[in-house]
């Protein structure tokens, strides 16, 4: 199995007291390999409920969801950071417009020294997206216009002049330079049947959330993925799997469907268990005073645990271990000389 990538989901809550600079920087000093931040730029306490976190002031009848914006964020994260890859996760498409996600992307790689992680989605929430001044979108628009996102990212990154006519996303002559010194990988949030689709065809990684792909369900969206893979002429394992889990150590506490919890052991089976069906990376996260503790009482056993001869577990129900590109894996352009590809289409993408 190829090495396990682990990062670290840091609030984009801005409240008193939240200070997610400085807890990306003590992630870099305990060896994660990169951060993450959610996007999600409307101050909706519905929003921080179905990710983990608190709306806040705690009981007031008012309650709110103050963040940050997330390229903002990352950016002021990369630049107080010397090693350690910064990831939206994931980068609402309808919020913006694919050719500024283009340049910010590219600026940002190039500033960090190669450390950008793209990660995108056709959009969550439909009230965020209203509230931000967007359409109103169906999720086959949603999956429409992811499918354009990437395909306009990818022949911007790449190409001198892109002219490109999608049924979400336009562009005429563009040019964009400067071109990325070295390729960005794209990550996909998505767990329904187009983003699947989409994510194998033209994504170097595909990054599912716990709570709308449990691992019961995580044989057969990544069979979906693989295929699309081959389908496009790619390999099976051309997209590295990468589950994005709350976790929370505590070991009176038993893991849910939304978040994994336990003492330390507990925890670090449950990863293993889950790399048997797939993963080669996780996204844990995790509160700012359990980041600490899971570098150093998690991670190494887990680390250790996978590097002992493992058994598959298919006999028992389980999913053999996937063995998946390096990150990152691949970075070639989808054409535009012809129409938009067919993307994926998805409930919830």
């Known amino acids: 199995m190829n090495s396990l990538l682990v990062g670290v989901g840091i609030a984009d809550r801005a409240a008193p007291g939240d200070d997610p600079v400085a807890d990306a920087v003590t992630a870099e000093a305990l060896g994660y390999d990169f951060v993450s931040a959610f996007d999600h ?3 909706d306490p519905a929003i921080a409920e179905a990710v983990g976190y608190d709306p806040v ?21 990369a630049a107080r950071t010397s090693r350690i890859a910064v990831m939206p996760r994931v980068l609402g498409v309808p919020f913006r417009r694919p050719v500024l996600v283009a ?3 590219e600026s940002l790689q190039r500033l960090s020294d190669g450390r950008l992680i793209l990660g995108l989605g056709a959009g969550y929430r ?4 209203r509230a931000a001044g967007a359409p109103a979108l169906t999720p086959r628009a949603k999956a429409d216009g992811l499918a354009d996102a990437i395909a306009i990212t990818r022949a911007a990154w790449t190409l001198p002049a892109v002219s490109y006519h999608g049924d979400a996303y336009s562009v005429d002559d563009l040019d964009l330079e400067p071109k990325p010194a070295q390729p960005i990988p794209i990550w996909l949030g998505a767990v329904g049947p187009r983003g699947l689709a989409l994510a194998g065809r033209a994504a170097d990684g595909w990054i599912p959330f716990l709570r709308f792909a449990g691992p019961d369900r995580i044989p057969q969206l990544l069979d979906q993925v693989r295929a699309a893979s081959v389908a496009a002429g790619r390999p099976a394992d051309a997209v590295r799997a990468v589950y994005s889990v709350p976790v929370r150590l505590d070991p009176a506490a038993r893991s849910t469907g939304e978040v994994i919890t336990g003492s330390a052991a507990d925890i670090t089976e449950q990863l293993q ?9 996780f996204d844990l996260i995790a509160g700012r005073d359990q980041i600490r503790a899971l570098a150093e ?3 190494p056993a887990l680390k250790t645990a996978l590097q002992q001869p493992q058994q598959s ?7 053999p271990t996937a063995r998946l590109g390096p990150w990152p ?3 070639t352009a989808i054409s535009t000389t012809s129409p938009a590809p067919e993307p994926a289409r998805a409930g919830r993408s």
């Open 313 to 319: 577990r298919s006999a028992g129900g389980g999913w």
């Open 41 to 43: 730029p409307v101050a």
């Open 126 to 129: 439909d009230t965020e997206i």
């Open 57 to 77: 002031p705690a009981g007031h009848p008012r309650q709110t969801y103050p963040t940050y914006e997330t390229w903002t964020l990352l950016t002021w994260i």
């Open 329 to 331: 894996c691949h970075a």
């Open 273 to 281: 268990g889950f790399t048997e069906l797939g993963f080669t990376g």
């Open 297 to 299: 009482d998690v991670l």
């Open 103 to 105: 340049k910010a992307a």
